[in-house]
């Protein structure tokens, strides 16, 4: 699933959503549920990751990526701050898989490199709500986050000469998006769409600092969209 897929289906989901809530005088469903202090939900979703790949020298000679729709399941915490600010943390499982292939190599076991990673990711975000609009409630949510590579290698001693491509362990973002709260009779679903920027570096060099596979990398960072489905 691409981009443009994933952008459809939060879209057909909203769409649906509104004309399933929206009219002239709704019942109000769950009339309390903001007001409580802490909150508390779980989510499940879709992510895809890339890479934005910074090169030494620009010789036109570029890494081809390859991207995969991964999945995320998580749990929800949040903080009332007032009636339109939320604090919220997020920690959850991401499963996803990135390919490079790096030019000039006729051989695949070397053109080809597939990453898969498993992260626990944890972002702490401010939610900012409109007023409530019957029973939904448009919102914007941004944030930073942190998350730690179980798939990373950072520490292992084999490189890209023997097949192994490495990235850090652990790894800051920022993350901007927005969604809807939508109240149905026993419970708040909310359908969101985030990108994902990190902050830091992610490669691990090869032991060789000429190595075809990381020597012309600057920098290596990931780019990601999420796509969650929360329950409240």
């Given amino acids: 699933m691409n981009k443009t897929n994933?952008?459809?289906?939060?879209?057909?989901?909203?769409?649906?959503?509104?004309?399933?809530?929206?009219?002239?005088?709704?019942?109000?469903?769950?009339?309390?549920?903001?007001?409580k202090l802490l909150n508390w939900g779980y989510y499940l979703g879709l992510n895809q990751y890339g890479f934005k790949i910074d090169y030494k020298t620009n010789d036109g000679i570029y890494i081809q990526e390859g991207k995969s729709t991964g999945f995320n399941v998580g749990l929800i915490g949040e903080l009332r701050l007032n009636d339109y600010f939320d604090l919220r943390i997020e920690p959850g499982l991401y499963y996803t898989q990135r390919d490079l292939g790096f030019p000039n190599f006729s051989n695949e076991n070397d053109f080809l490199r597939e990453i898969k990673s498993t992260y626990i990711h944890i972002p702490l975000l401010l939610k900012a709500s409109t007023?409530?609009?019957?029973?939904?409630?448009?919102?914007?949510?941004?944030?930073?986050?942190?998350?730690?590579?179980?798939?990373?290698?950072?520490?292992?001693?084999?490189?890209?000469?023997?097949?192994?491509?490495?990235?850090?362990t652990n790894t800051n973002y920022c993350e901007i998006g927005f969604g809807i709260d939508f109240y149905l009779y026993y419970f708040k679903f909310s359908p969101s769409i985030r990108g994902v920027f990190a902050l830091t570096d992610e490669l691990v060099p090869d032991a060789d600092p000429n190595s075809p596979w990381t020597g012309n990398i600057n920098s290596l960072k990931t780019r990601a969209v999420f796509i969650n489905f929360t329950f409240e």
Avoid: H, W
């Fill in 6 to 35: 994933l952008l459809a289906l939060i879209f057909f989901t909203i769409a649906f959503g509104l004309k399933a809530q929206f009219n002239e005088s709704p019942i109000l469903n769950l009339e309390n549920e903001d007001k």
């Fill in 131 to 168: 007023k409530r609009l019957g029973n939904f409630k448009p919102y914007i949510v941004g944030g930073l986050s942190t998350s730690f590579n179980l798939s990373s290698d950072e520490n292992s001693r084999e490189d890209n000469s023997t097949g192994t491509f490495r990235m850090t």
